[in-house]
C-alpha cells in the first residue's frame, strides 16, 4: 500500500501481543478466531505471550499462527527483539500494554488497542494508529485503505 507522504507499505507478516489484545482474561474475544482465519491468507501471523492465564496454547489450537511464550526477565525488550527475525521485511505489530511500547516502535507499523484492559499511555504515543477494540484492529489490516486514509499526511 502507498500511503501519500510517507511512503510505500508491503506488510508481509503481524505480531500480535496475546492477552489484552487478542484476549480477555487468557480467552479469545468473539469474532477473533474467524477474523485470524482471513488474515492468514494475506499476512504470516505471530503471536507473543507471557501467558498470564496458562490459556494461550490452547486457545490458539487450530488457528493459523505460530504461537511464542516469552521466556525471558524482560518481557518489553524480548517482544521487540522478536521482530528481529523478520530482517528486512516489514512487520505490523499489534498490542496494548506497557510491554508492547517497543515492539510497537520497532514495527513498520505499529496499532495500539485500546480494549477492556485498556492501553499503556507510553504504548498509544509510540503507535502509528490506535483503535478501541481488536476487531478494529485486525479489520484494518483486512481493508488496508483504511490505513491509508489513517495515515495520509
Given at each position: 500500500m502507498e500511503i501519500p507522504n510517507l511512503g510505500s507499505f508491503n506488510l508481509e507478516a503481524a505480531v500480535f501481543d496475546f492477552n489484552g489484545t487478542l484476549a480477555l482474561d487468557g480467552r479469545i474475544i468473539g469474532p477473533v478466531r474467524a477474523q485470524l482465519q482471513r488474515l492468514a491468507v494475506d499476512l504470516e501471523i505471530h503471536v507473543l505471550t507471557s501467558d498470564t492465564f496458562r490459556m494461550a496454547v490452547q486457545e490458539c489450537r487450530g488457528?493459523?499462527?505460530?504461537?511464542?511464550?516469552?521466556?525471558?526477565?524482560?518481557?518489553?525488550?524480548?517482544?521487540?527483539?522478536?521482530l528481529g527475525q523478520f530482517g528486512g521485511r516489514q512487520v505490523v505489530a499489534v498490542g496494548n500494554g506497557a510491554n508492547d511500547q517497543l515492539m510497537l516502535e520497532e514495527a513498520a507499523l505499529g496499532i495500539a488497542v485500546i480494549g477492556p484492559e485498556g492501553a499503556g499511555s507510553k504504548t498509544i504515543l509510540?503507535?502509528?494508529?490506535?483503535?478501541?477494540?481488536?476487531?478494529?484492529?485486525?479489520d484494518l489490516l483486512l481493508n488496508p485503505r483504511r490505513i491509508v486514509a489513517g495515515l495520509r499526511r
Open positions: 488457528l493459523p499462527v505460530r504461537l511464542r511464550i516469552l521466556e525471558s526477565e524482560n518481557h518489553t525488550r524480548e517482544k521487540a527483539a522478536y509510540s503507535s502509528d494508529l490506535v483503535v478501541n477494540n481488536i476487531n478494529e484492529a485486525i
